[in-house]
């Protein structure tokens, strides 16, 4: 079955700097890659989403790359700002089958 | 409507109770799951079912016992549950099984005393 690694599992950064998650998978018939941010307490929500046959997908402050030779798609967050804080859960999926995701980044910003 | 709801938001069952949790979608999604989230940390699956069959069961405590009466509509029976069975449990739904956007419903919070 497919293994989603992600990394870091905690991340601090300056309000106004970027942020970076980075995660690998092992299965390469997997073709859509979601982001998810997580609050206390509150339901995962897809913030940007990418399909194999897409490199690189931009919405906003939010960015994410997939490099399908390799396995492996980051998330970056542009000038980071204080609601940005939250759990951010990758995962990779292929038609038929069910969602792998990620162990999940702690991220705070710090005012 | 592009909403999974789901009820009730927080629950509160000794170990002897019987309880249901139950989710609900009317975007024609034929995939609809069951997963349950510790704090910080990634929802497990529980169950899937697709096209109203149950399509994957993940080694669930039969304490859990998913029903699907239509398309629409997802329950979670509950019996017998465990302290280590609180939780927040998630519903989600899909246009088809896999490789498409996931749909999460608000969640259960679930304390078992």
């Known amino acids: 079955g497919e293994n989603v690694e992600q990394h870091p599992s905690t991340l601090s950064v300056q309000e106004g700097d970027s942020a970076v998650i980075k995660c690998t998978y092992s299965?390469?018939?997997?073709?859509?890659f979601p982001w998810y941010k997580q609050e206390l307490g509150k339901r995962p929500q897809l913030i940007i989403d990418?399909?194999?046959?897409?490199g690189e997908k931009k919405d906003q402050r939010i960015a994410v790359t997939l490099n399908k030779t390799a396995k492996h798609f980051s998330l970056h967050i542009t000038e980071t700002q204080p609601e940005d804080s939250a759990v951010y859960f990758c995962?990779?999926?292929?038609?038929?089958?069910?969602?792998?995701f990620g162990t999940g980044t702690s991220l705070t910003v710090i005012p | 409507d592009t909403e999974v709801t789901q009820t009730p938001k927080h629950l509160v069952m000794g170990m002897t109770n019987k309880k249901s949790l139950k989710c609900e979608q009317h975007?024609?999604?034929?995939?609809m799951y069951w997963y349950k989230q510790k704090a910080k940390k990634p929802p497990e699956l529980m169950f899937v079912?697709?096209?109203?069959?149950?399509?994957i069961n993940e080694s669930v405590p039969s304490r859990f016992s998913p029903e699907c009466p239509n398309s629409s509509l997802l329950n979670l029976h509950l019996h017998a549950l465990q302290p280590e069975d609180s939780a927040l449990y998630l519903c989600a739904s899909q246009p088809r099984q896999g490789g498409e956007k996931l749909f999460f419903g608000s969640g259960t919070q679930l304390s078992v005393l």
């Open positions: 995962a990779a999926s292929k038609p038929g089958n069910q969602f792998y």
């Open positions: 299965d390469s018939a997997s073709n859509y």
């Open positions: 990418i399909r194999s046959n897409v």
């Open positions: 975007m024609g999604h034929r995939a």
């Open positions: 079912y697709s096209y109203e069959k149950l399509s």
